[in-house]
């Protein structure tokens, strides 16, 4: 099962309200070429996916209670400027956090993937950020931290793609679909952080 | 032994004509507490260092010959714009990249290293690509490309790092580290890539 079983505050995966991204299925394409994506991948990002599937509640509450609590410089972005903590903010954007490992181990990577990754940038930028969930917060999320905190996500995934008893093998193959899934993902996130800039971008 | 034990061209590691990095000393102790940095990692980092340092030429021909090569979107970085391979420019970048390993794994992350980076993303980008060399390339390798082919490296470091008979435990805290520098690294090249912007950046 794809989808969500019940409502996702702000979630809005293949809704006409999100924006065409600016890059191309041709693009997805090559970018998948050099990050090593083979057929396999699909094949075990959808195993992590039932892997995962009752446990991104513990997993989200790992990463943001377990980690990015303890670290004020990431702790910031779903506080208020003052330092106070936005339960709903909290809640919500953690359920969409929880989604977004479901997503990223079972829908297609289609024009609609494209999309919400443009989505998923645009509410870590200036472009969105608080704006879903109308509230006062830092104005971004910068790029640096986003990158740098991938590392720990892929690291302490590691116990929950083991948790259901599967071989070494089979956790390794899964960990690389994953892998080369974020690094995909955060490579399509750096165009907009690039084009706020309005340049001859590089991307 | 940090150092080189022959003159690498273009190699320019401390020298006086290295810019200064926009990102500050502070700035990268904050970047490392993101990454979950620990005191085990620069002294795996230094394991890793003696495990591979006197493999680095099959790593380097593994990555370029083994894989970029193939992929026409990636080999063109090194080649003239019509198509030919340029030996000379394969050779230093080439005797670089393997350096790159080492420095990787031994070199204190102090204000030259800090300074190399953005030496490091200067020769990746418009500002300083085949300057150094002196040929007619691309002229930048897309930011994209980079944070794609990291997974690649990461994973097809592995052997190397194992191949020296090391418990497994050992392999996995080298290569954890080499996956921490690694994104600190990518994270510290993407400011120079959005700078070339001139924007109200979110880096």
Not at 33 to 62: C, F, M, N, S
Not at 141 to 169: C, M, Q, W
Request: glycine letters at 4%.
């Amino acid at each position: 099962m794809i989808h969500a079983t019940k409502e996702i505050p702000g979630y809005a995966y293949g809704s006409k309200d999100i924006q065409l991204s600016p890059v191309s299925m041709q693009e997805l394409e090559e970018l998948k070429v050099t990050v090593g994506w083979t057929d396999d991948d699909p094949i075990y990002l959808r195993l992590a996916g039932e892997v995962l599937e009752d446990q991104t509640k513990q997993i989200v509450d790992h990463w943001r209670n377990g980690i990015i609590a303890s670290i004020p410089d990431l702790a910031r972005h779903s506080q208020t400027p003052e330092g106070d903590r936005i339960p709903a903010y909290v809640a919500n954007s953690g359920e969409r956090f929880e989604q977004w490992i479901l997503d990223t181990c079972r829908r297609p990577y289609d024009q609609d993937w494209l999309n919400y990754q443009l989505e998923i940038a645009r509410r870590h930028t200036s472009a969105s950020k608080n704006k879903v969930d109308g509230v006062r917060s830092t104005p971004y999320v910068p790029l640096r931290d986003i990158l740098a905190f991938i590392v720990v996500i892929n690291e302490t995934i590691k116990p929950y793609l083991a948790a259901k008893g599967h071989s070494a093998e089979d956790v390794a193959k899964m960990h690389l679909a994953w892998c080369k899934s974020l690094q995909l993902q955060t490579a399509l996130w750096t165009k907009l952080y690039m084009d706020t800039a309005h340049t001859p971008s590089e991307w």
